[in-house]
């Protein structure tokens, strides 16, 4: 996570301060869609910003070309928690049901 989180980060150009937690390792063999939600401002899909009307359509359209898309979402610990869950429930409305939250190394 904090390799794409690198990589997520210089293509957005946004600096997203994540929560500190205990890590668990992502399928990189999976698919991924990363989000980056910073405090304020649009959402950065891997790295390119997405308005907040385009989201379904993002989540459909990763969706139809792979089921197994995981969704790991970056948001500055900042970010209000209703914004994250909303993000959450969108994905999986769109049948994206893994769902990963980006944080730091303890």
Avoid at 1 to 11: G, H, L, N
Avoid at 73 to 88: T, Y
């Amino acid at each position: 996570v904090e390799k794409q989180k690198a990589e997520a980060d210089k293509k957005s150009g946004l600096k997203v301060n994540l929560p500190s937690g205990a890590s668990q390792e992502i399928d990189l063999s999976k698919k991924s869609l990363i989000l980056v939600i910073p405090v304020n401002g649009d959402i950065v899909a891997n790295g390119t910003v997405v308005k907040e009307d385009q989201l379904d359509n993002l989540f459909r359209r990763s969706f139809m070309d792979d089921k197994g898309t995981q969704v790991v979402i970056q948001a500055d610990k900042a970010v209000q928690h209703g914004r994250v869950v909303d993000v959450m429930e969108r994905a999986k409305a769109a049948g994206l049901t893994k769902l990963a939250i980006g944080t730091t190394s303890k």
